[in-house]
């Protein structure tokens, strides 16, 4: 736990039972917190990051999952109070760190989801889109983790297309090396909404540019998806296309 610096202050106010409001002052920036919970009419938790009357920051977390589960009432509090104080903690840990570009962020963020450490990922992309909102790269991960761990769906796509909208507005050199990772980011927040056909045209779309990626063809395999015959005109039952793909199969593994 990062501990606040003396001339730090925070003062937590519950307004309702389901309402949480958090005054934080670190160095010298005066932060006010809202969290509500917006169900049942819009079925999530909001919170809010204002900074000299404007809001810095905003976050959701869908509930739709939640409805009607045993002890809801309990779990939904303890779900506010936990994204609450999540907000806080970024909050702290931020202003205790030294400038952190873009790529380490990423880089940081890459360790712990081969860590299968997703949450933390997550959090951490929140830290890190507060610092830079509109890098495309960091918003394609957070829109793929925000639909698999947060059930944010529908957002959660929709953020991953922001991402390569916003990397193709930007026109990099070389931004087709980086198509894969941001398609193959898309297919998982489909397969997280359960849209089968949509994800296996998106990691079709990021093969185009890198047939060999292994991430994209063990997610695409596990969709049922099959590269396309050796001889596209011939069937795949063919024998001639069977036995080239044997070989170009053995050739690949003595290579």
């Known amino acids: 736990m990062v501990r606040m610096k003396k001339e730090d202050s925070i ?3 519950t307004l309702l039972h389901k309402d ?9 920036n005066k932060y006010l917190i809202l969290t509500d919970d917006l169900a049942p009419k819009n079925q999530r938790i909001s919170t809010k990051v204002y900074l000299g009357g404007k809001i810095l920051f905003t976050r959701d977390l869908d509930l739709k999952e939640f409805t009607g589960a045993p002890a ?15 907000i806080i903690e970024i909050l702290r840990e931020e202003s205790l760190k030294k400038a952190k570009t873009p790529s ?6 890459k360790i712990l989801l081969q860590k299968k450490n997703n949450r933390r990922a997550l959090d951490l ?3 890190a889109l507060l610092e830079y909102p509109d890098e495309p790269f960091l918003l ?5 983790l925000e639909a698999v761990i947060n059930k944010n769906l529908a957002y959660g796509i929709d953020t991953c297309k922001q991402a390569l909208d916003m990397l193709n507005d930007r026109s990099p050199v070389s931004k087709e090396i980086f198509f894969p990772t941001f398609y193959l980011n898309l297919g998982r927040a489909y397969i997280a909404a359960g849209k089968k056909q949509d994800a296996i045209e998106a990691f079709q779309k990021g093969l185009s540019y890198d047939e ?10 596990k969709l049922g998806m099959r590269k396309n015959p050796v001889i596209p005109y011939l069937k795949r039952t ?5 036995y080239i793909g044997m070989i170009l199969h053995k050739l690949g593994k003595s290579t």
């Open 140 to 144: 394609s991960y957070y829109g793929c």
């Open 104 to 109: 380490d962020y990423l880089d940081e963020v």
């Open 238 to 242: 063919n024998p001639i296309n069977k």
């Open 72 to 86: 809801a009432g309990k779990k939904l509090l303890g779900l506010i109070h936990r994204q609450h104080e999540m």
């Open 125 to 127: 992309l929140n830290a």
């Open 212 to 221: 060999e990626n292994k991430d994209l063809l063990w997610e695409a395999r």
């Open 11 to 13: 003062k937590i106010k």
């Open 20 to 28: 949480v409001s958090t005054t934080i002052t670190i160095d010298g």
